[in-house]
């Protein structure tokens, strides 16, 4: 199994509290990737990373920011939480390079409760 | 922008039936096409893969052919077991994006015996 490890796994907070999510990678991957999963709308990319300090917007970005100060984490933080938020949230890596088939390996996941 | 459909679950078979998973995609070209399993309670683990047209995946009895004239990539197994019970989903590669992939909605299987 790929050596990526996701922190918190559960969390309850309050709205307009701020929250932190962290991935940490063993693999030295160069790509890191944060989905939220949410019923009915399967896996949706939130932000994702091709190196230190390189970091884009997926397209259910808004609400939320990354920084990856150290090629084996990625944080995810909701500066003030809302309900909407409330979401299992998984960290995937890649080290895609052209000629691999582009497979992403996954996180066991955090699943975040907004009250 | 480049996007997979699969077919709504659940899916309720007895054990021992034929699955058939649809899945479509739209895509400029042709991206990698990926099969993912999710058992409950626990992150997605690639189920098999199929990098160019006509190429056909399998593992663990599984099965998808990639094909392009009809821009599918169904799943199918012989005879399923309770086991196999899961969410499955589809998933291209983007070529933006830093290679993210992008997954259908995911089709729920149960499995009884």
């Known amino acids: 199994d790929a050596g990526i490890t996701q922190s918190p796994r559960h969390k309850v907070t309050e709205t307009g509290t701020p929250v932190t999510l962290r991935c940490h990678q063993t693999?030295?991957?160069?790509?890191m990737y944060w989905y939220r999963q949410d019923p009915g709308h399967g896996l949706r990319l939130i932000h994702y990373?091709?190196?230190?300090?390189?970091?884009d917007k997926g397209e259910v970005s808004d609400g939320y920011s990354v920084s990856r100060s150290k090629t084996e984490d990625f944080l995810l933080t909701l500066e003030s939480a809302t309900s909407s938020q409330t979401s299992v949230y998984f960290c995937?890596?890649?080290?895609?390079?052209?000629?691999?088939?582009?497979?992403?390996?996954f996180g066991e996941g955090s699943r975040l409760t907004v009250l | 922008g480049d996007s997979v459909t699969q077919m709504e679950g659940p899916v309720t078979l007895s054990e021992e039936a034929f699955l058939t998973i649809n899945c479509t995609y739209t895509?400029?070209?042709?991206?990698?096409l990926f099969w993912y399993v999710q058992y409950p309670g626990e992150g997605l683990q690639l189920l098999l893969k199929?990098?160019?047209?006509?190429d056909k995946g399998s593992n663990k009895g599984f099965e998808a052919t990639y094909r392009k004239e009809t821009t599918s990539f169904h799943l199918e197994k012989g005879s399923v077991q309770v086991s196999d019970s899961a969410v499955y989903f589809c998933?291209?590669?983007?070529?933006?994006?830093?290679?993210?992939?992008?997954f259908g909605k995911g089709t729920s299987l149960l499995v009884t015996p």
């Open positions: 995937a890596i890649s080290d895609y390079s052209g000629g691999a088939s582009g497979e992403l390996f």
């Open positions: 693999e030295n991957h160069r790509y």
């Open positions: 990373s091709y190196g230190v300090k390189d970091t």
């Open positions: 895509a400029t070209g042709y991206p990698s």
């Open positions: 199929a990098t160019k047209a006509d």
């Open positions: 998933a291209l590669l983007r070529r933006n994006s830093g290679y993210a992939l992008n």
